[in-house]
């Protein structure tokens, strides 16, 4: 039997699809499957792909122009091609004009830009969403976007997170930031407007009536981290914003309380860490997160700062409604598709498009 051979595309890489990459390569290659990644050079360098097994193909970020030669190079052999994400997926359809090659787009999550920003990317939408044999959406919300945006076939696979190894232990992480004597509220992400991080300055300002006042800490780069910074420092406010992290799934394990404040989230990585790891979870009822979480998360309204200091409130005097998510939240991650599932449902798609095409 002839060995399939496939690509994987990646844009810019968060780091739920680069993870999920890189677990989908490894599960793939271990199947007997050829895979070749094509990511910028910088996530080879985080997430190890040859190591996976898998073939790398430095392709530049999509604003460089050389992108697109580079990407219709790597995929002129392939029996099929996956792409993650809008971006990767637009771009690998125009490498792929002319070659009969089939794609597959991921879609991880949605962009968040209104007005005419809003419009192009609607556009790109239909653009990827008609050029894929088949769209995967990783919450049903996206399954239903990509097909009002024409896609011939799409369906539901959502993507866990790989589980993560050698966690420190909590009062170590305390230890480390200082906060032995005071309630931990952690949140984690890129500082950018969708992520709702001004909400959570505003719900902090109230808890500093509690005693003793929680720190929050906020791990996580971004655009919005100078005015962040600015109402911190002016506001007086208890929270810490911490860069980006590579302990941010350990220090998690050490909060009181994690709190996703997003106005969009497909399958969130936090959300995802939280449940996993029994830490009492407040989360905005947005996207895909209440399909993730079940009823082992406190759900609120986006854009809701009272209704997120008093849920976060509550749980810091309620030890046993805290106890009670951190098993609920560690029931629901156990019904969550495994990684291998996730493999196998993915090869399973790969066989049906290459079969058909």
């Known amino acids: 039997m002839t060995q399939l051979r496939t690509v994987q595309v990646l844009g810019g890489g968060s780091a739920g699809s680069s993870a999920h990459v890189r677990s989908l390569a490894a599960g793939l290659v271990a199947r007997g ?5 094509c990511a910028p050079a910088e996530l ?20 460089d122009p050389a992108a697109v030669a580079a990407l219709r190079t790597a995929c002129a052999d392939a029996d ?7 971006h990767a997926g637009v771009r690998t359809a125009l490498a792929l004009s002319g070659l009969s090659v089939p794609l597959v787009v991921t879609w991880h999550t949605r962009a968040h830009d209104d007005g005419a920003r809003g419009r192009v990317l609607r556009l790109l939408e239909r653009r990827a969403a008609r050029a894929a044999a088949v769209v995967l959406g990783t919450c049903s919300e996206l399954v239903d976007r990509a097909r009002s945006r024409g896609a011939r076939d799409a369906r539901l696979a959502p993507v866990t997170v790989p589980v993560p190894e050698g966690l420190c232990a909590e009062g170590k992480a305390r230890a480390e930031l200082g906060v032995l ?6 949140s984690f992400g890129s500082l950018v407007p969708h992520r709702g991080y001004g909400i959570l300055l505003d719900a902090a300002r109230r808890w500093r009536e509690l005693d003793p006042v929680p ?7 971004g655009r919005e981290r100078a005015e962040l910074e600015r109402r911190i420092e002016e506001e007086e406010l208890p929270v810490r914003l911490l860069g980006c992290r590579d302990d941010a799934v350990d220090l998690l394990s050490a909060a009181d309380v994690a709190v996703l404040p997003s106005r969009w989230e497909a399958r969130s990585l936090l959300a995802q860490e939280s449940l996993r790891l029994g830490v009492p979870l407040v989360a905005t009822s947005v996207g895909g997160v209440p399909e993730l979480v079940g009823d082992a998360a406190e759900l609120i309204p986006y854009g809701d700062a009272g209704a997120l200091a008093d849920a976060v409130s509550s749980l810091l005097t309620d030890a046993p409604r805290r106890e009670t998510l951190a098993l609920a939240g560690r029931v629901q991650a156990a019904t969550w598709q495994t990684e291998d599932e996730t493999v ?13 095409h």
């Open 80 to 86: 099929l091609v996956h792409a993650h994400g809008l």
């Open 181 to 186: 004597d005071r309630p931990l509220v952690m």
């Open 344 to 356: 196998a449902q993915v090869l399973s798609v790969y066989d049906e498009v290459v079969a058909s």
């Open 44 to 63: 080879e360098h985080l997430y190890d792909f040859p190591a996976a097994g898998a073939h790398f193909a430095h392709v530049p970020r999509r604003s």
């Open 33 to 37: 499957v050829r895979v070749t990644v």
């Open 215 to 221: 720190l929050v800490l906020i791990a996580g780069e």
